[in-house]
């Protein structure tokens, strides 16, 4: 990719606060690297739009990166990923490297969890697309894939109830389900359930291998950077959060990810 150059910034969106946990990993692992955020806060949670308005929101903010000059844009949540990676990829096609969060994913299952029975949890949107299963089926690495939609989760955590008896309560319900039976380690493929990381390892009581999407994801885009020679090493890093709705659990949870004052500007995806 010829044309880009490693001074641009990269963009991540999710539909709230979920891909900020994707974002600190990113800025922590590529502390030189440019940010801009969309949080697509209008729409949130995306696990329960249907397909056409994720794919429509999805390309209204690829646009939106592409005018900011990003040289690389991360679909930092699985429902998007899911439902929108593969037109994203058309729609960018050589103005911008496109990374989703469920292949590194796969990939990172098929070196380090061969032959063994995972467990999924996610939006609705995600297990019902069954791509998990499919690339994982694809893969022929032996791994038995079980999901489980969790739909209610993002939703609770997103409106900061992360340390109360509604987030134990719903956990119980959803992890004891027979789906998970018998598994050997688990993929949280929302990206708003590492918030919950602790309370779902105290349901397990710290027995349960749980795979954080977030660093895997992380380390992806730094591969595509590297394998692109799009690494930035000059350049004084910037953030910069836009948002498709100005909420007060957005404005949290910018503080709970990031220890610095991070001023949110307000672009609305349709006017």
Not at 152 to 169: C, P, Q, R, W, Y
């Amino acid at each position: 990719m010829p044309h880009l150059n490693s001074s641009q910034p990269i963009g991540i969106f999710d539909s709230g606060i979920g891909g900020l946990a994707i974002a600190k990993e990113v800025v922590q692992l590529l502390p030189q690297e440019a940010i801009v955020y969309f949080g697509d806060t209008a729409h949130l949670p995306y696990g329960d739009k249907s397909t056409a308005a994720i794919q429509a929101y999805s390309v209204k903010i690829a646009h939106f990166f592409l005018q900011q000059r990003c040289k690389l844009i991360l679909i930092a949540c699985n429902s998007a990923s899911s439902a929108a990676y593969e037109l994203v990829k058309e729609y960018v096609g050589k103005q911008a490297i496109v990374v989703d969060v469920i292949n590194p994913t796969v990939n990172y299952l098929r070196e380090h969890h061969p032959n063994q029975v995972i467990g999924l949890i996610g939006t609705k949107q995600t297990v019902n697309s069954n791509i998990y299963k499919k690339k994982v089926d694809d893969l022929a690495v032996g791994i038995t894939l079980k999901s489980h939609a969790t739909p209610l989760l993002a939703s609770v955590i997103e409106e900061g109830f992360t340390h109360n008896a509604v987030i134990k309560s719903l956990l119980a319900e959803y992890l004891s389900h027979t789906d998970l039976d018998n598994i050997e380690a688990l993929v949280l493929a929302c990206t708003h359930y590492p918030i919950i990381k602790d309370k779902i390892a105290e349901f397990y009581q710290g027995q349960m291998d749980l795979i954080d999407t977030a660093e895997i994801v992380a380390k992806a885009v730094r591969a595509q950077l590297e394998y692109n020679q799009l690494l930035n090493k000059t350049i004084q890093p910037s953030k910069h959060f836009y948002v498709s709705d100005y909420t007060e659990s957005f404005v949290a949870g910018t503080k709970l990810f990031f220890d610095e004052i991070i001023r949110l500007e307000h672009y609305p995806l349709w006017e």
